[in-house]
């Protein structure tokens, strides 16, 4: 959500996290809750906002990746 203060905040505005939440939804859901498959979404996601120039904060440690 956008009013979320954790690692990707400042990427939300940049980067609309929607597409990427429902990939990662539906793909850890159909893998059974794989942290793998949480972990290269996140990747993605972290990837796509330092490309169009939005700062990442440190997101593998909260979430365990």
Same mark, same amino acid.
Request: include cysteine; hydrophobic fraction near 35%.
């Given at each position: ?24 939804? &539906? ?10 498959? #949480?972990?290269?979404? #996140?990747?993605? &996601? ?20």
């Amino acid at each position: 959500k956008k009013s979320f203060q954790g690692p990707f905040k400042a990427c939300h505005d940049v980067v609309n996290p929607r597409d990427f939440f429902r990939n990662c939804l &539906y793909d850890v859901c159909m893998s059974d809750g794989a942290k793998r498959i #949480l972990c290269k979404m #996140l990747e993605a &996601y972290a990837a796509t906002c330092r490309k169009q120039g939005a700062m990442v904060h440190d997101w593998r440690t909260p979430s365990g990746c």
